[in-house]
């Protein structure tokens, strides 16, 4: 290893020689009839330039790609949500209708081309009288909100399948979003 100095003289060089052929094309005089000649100097003198760089050292010497992409896929299928809402005077009645209300939707859906019936969460609520303005309200009852979440595989099903989540006791019935099974080969 030698003193940092020896790695940069070549380089102050270099580039004094190509600041000194770069001035000299600049003053020259630029009569029509020494375009031609001009360029030719001017362009040997950049080839040479870049030709001893990598002797030089201060070349890269690593090729870096980055670039971005995107695919555009027709969706073939439909994730859809809804909920339920069952109510009793007792938790245990309030699932025990609550699963009846699933199995009833999940037999529509399964005929109207739904799968993957999934339950995504529930909120049990209490259902409280007011009607005595001199006490403290009562629970006479519960109420049972799940939220369900299902995939239509054929988008041409999709309004049967609406329709059978709707009749069998689903409410707030929503399309969430669109898919493709392509999809995955795509990224």
């Not at 630029?30 to 375009?35: G, V």
């Not at 009288?129 to 369900?148: A, E, F, M, W």
């Amino acid at each position: 290893m030698g003193n940092r100095s020896e790695h940069f003289f070549p380089l102050l060089s270099v580039r004094k020689q190509l600041s000194f052929c770069i001035l000299g094309f600049i003053t020259r005089s630029f009569r029509p009839e020494d375009w031609k000649e001009n360029m030719n100097i001017l362009r040997t003198t950049v080839i040479a330039v870049v030709l001893c760089l990598p002797l030089l050292g201060i070349a890269q010497k690593t090729i870096t790609v980055m670039g971005a992409g995107s695919a555009v896929v027709k969706p073939d299928n439909a994730i859809i949500s809804f909920t339920s809402a069952t109510q009793d005077v007792t938790v245990q009645g309030v699932f025990a209708k609550s699963e009846a209300t699933m199995a009833a939707i999940k037999k529509a859906l399964a005929a109207a081309g739904g799968q993957d019936l999934l339950m995504r969460t529930f909120a049990l609520n209490p259902t409280y009288d007011y009607s005595q303005p001199t006490s403290n309200p009562k629970v006479v009852g519960y109420t049972l909100i799940t939220y369900y979440q299902a995939t239509v595989a054929d988008l041409k099903s999709l309004p049967k399948a609406l329709d059978a989540a709707a009749g069998s006791g689903a409410t707030n019935v929503t399309v969430d979003s669109y898919a493709s099974s392509k999809a995955e080969g795509m990224e």
